[in-house]
């Protein structure tokens, strides 16, 4: 969590230095001493919060973990299913009300800045939550193993035509969107600039889209390939004779529905051979 926040500030504070014209970029010196001052303990105050909600969501679900032995928790299974898009909430929450109150704060300063401030926040957000779903959907897989192993129809997670769009949108969508923004603000001479000058922002926004979306893909497919390289084992398994084989549910979307369906196949082909 604290390394997707990370690289989604990263990409706000590029986005203010190098995402804009030389004459609209922000530094840290333009921005007013209340507005730092604001900014500063609003970080604070977000890592504190942040982190505090953070483990009362997660500790449920680690204590079920390692003592489920013991315990039972209906209410733990659930929560481990539902953990990545409840922190990817908690994120974007904190994202939208920290970049609330920095435009607010500088709006009596400057309505150029708190645009800008608005538009920086709103990218960071996006990178922020679709790295932290992928990272902490990747980290509880054993645990939603655990949680789907009685009753796997009763995850959900976005599917597969879902998260290729989001996806999609966050790492190609937006960054084309703000090159026509910043394109339609030259024309409309609403950013200080000229046709030269708008060059540096587009070839950023470009090179920025290439890696997040690098990334994104990265992390997509690999979230989609992990499971089918497990069905394909699984299968030649079952094709050599071993109808012992099964594969481990981690996905509440359609993979997960797709793993579930070739256990139960593989479980009434085990009692067909019995039977005869």
């Not at 204590?63 to 953990?83: G, T, V």
């Not at 902490?136 to 009685?150: F, Q």
């Not at 998260?163 to 923004?181: D, M, Y």
Request: aromatic fraction near 8%.
């Amino acid at each position: 969590m604290l390394r997707a926040n990370l690289v989604g500030a990263l990409f706000t504070f590029a986005f203010l230095r190098f995402g804009m014209p030389t004459q609209d970029a922000l530094t840290f010196n333009d921005v007013a001493g209340t507005s730092q001052a604001v900014f500063i303990g609003y970080l604070l105050i977000a890592t504190i919060v942040g982190g505090y909600f953070t483990i009362r969501l997660s500790l449920p679900v680690l204590i079920w973990q390692r003592r489920r032995s013991r315990l039972d928790d209906e209410f733990a299974r659930h929560r481990a299913l539902q953990l990545p898009a409840l922190l990817t909430r908690l994120n974007l929450a904190m994202w939208i009300v920290g970049g609330s109150v920095f435009a607010i704060t500088n709006l009596a300063v400057s309505q150029k800045n708190a645009f800008i401030g608005a538009v920086a926040t709103l990218i960071g957000a996006l990178v922020t939550c679709v790295l932290g779903y992928l990272q902490v959907e990747k980290v509880l897989r054993p645990i939603t193993v655990a949680a789907m192993a009685n009753d796997p129809d009763s995850a959900s997670a976005p599917s597969i035509t879902t998260r290729i769009t989001v996806f999609w949108a966050v790492s190609v969508g937006v960054p084309l969107a703000v090159i026509v923004l910043l394109i339609t603000l030259e024309r409309l001479d609403w950013v200080n600039t000229d046709a030269v000058g708008i060059q540096r922002p587009i070839v950023w926004m470009a090179t920025a889209a290439l890696i997040f979306s690098t990334i994104a893909i990265t992390r997509v497919v690999g979230a989609i390939n992990d499971p089918i390289k497990q069905l394909r084992k699984a299968q030649n398994e079952v094709s050599a004779g071993n109808l012992n084989a099964s594969v481990k549910i981690y996905d509440g979307s359609d993979l997960g529905l797709l793993q579930a369906g070739f256990n139960d196949m593989v479980a009434d082909l085990r009692e067909r051979q019995d039977l005869r």
